[in-house]
Protein backbone atom coordinates (compact mmCIF):
# COMPACT_ATOMS: atom_id res chain seq x y z
CA UNK A 1 0.00 0.00 0.00
CA UNK A 2 1.51 3.32 -1.27
CA UNK A 3 0.47 6.31 1.22
CA UNK A 4 -0.14 9.62 -0.86
CA UNK A 5 0.46 13.12 0.41
CA UNK A 6 -3.57 13.86 2.50
CA UNK A 7 -5.09 16.78 0.91
CA UNK A 8 -4.30 19.65 3.45
CA UNK A 9 -8.07 20.31 3.65
CA UNK A 10 -8.94 16.28 4.88
CA UNK A 11 -6.30 16.93 7.87
CA UNK A 12 -8.50 20.03 9.12
CA UNK A 13 -11.08 18.26 8.70
CA UNK A 14 -10.26 15.67 11.01
CA UNK A 15 -8.34 18.01 13.69
CA UNK A 16 -11.30 20.17 14.05
CA UNK A 17 -13.49 16.68 14.84
CA UNK A 18 -10.87 15.89 16.77
CA UNK A 19 -11.04 19.08 18.61
CA UNK A 20 -14.87 19.38 18.86
CA UNK A 21 -15.62 15.58 19.52
CA UNK A 22 -17.75 15.21 16.29
CA UNK A 23 -17.90 12.00 14.50
CA UNK A 24 -16.28 12.27 10.99
CA UNK A 25 -17.32 10.12 8.46
CA UNK A 26 -14.13 10.05 6.35
CA UNK A 27 -14.70 8.84 2.78
CA UNK A 28 -11.27 7.98 0.97
CA UNK A 29 -11.38 7.44 -2.43
CA UNK A 30 -8.21 5.90 -4.16
CA UNK A 31 -7.10 5.28 -7.04
CA UNK A 32 -9.08 1.70 -7.02
CA UNK A 33 -11.83 3.17 -5.53
CA UNK A 34 -14.52 1.86 -7.95
CA UNK A 35 -13.11 -1.93 -6.23
CA UNK A 36 -13.97 -1.24 -2.62
Same mark, same amino acid.
Not at 1 to 15: H, Q, S, T, Y
Not at 17 to 20: A, I, P, T
Given at each position: ????? &? %??? #? =?? #? &??N????F???? &????? %??? =? %?Q
Open positions: MVKKK &I %DNR #L =RI #L &IEGLKQHRSL &IVVVG %DKG =R %D
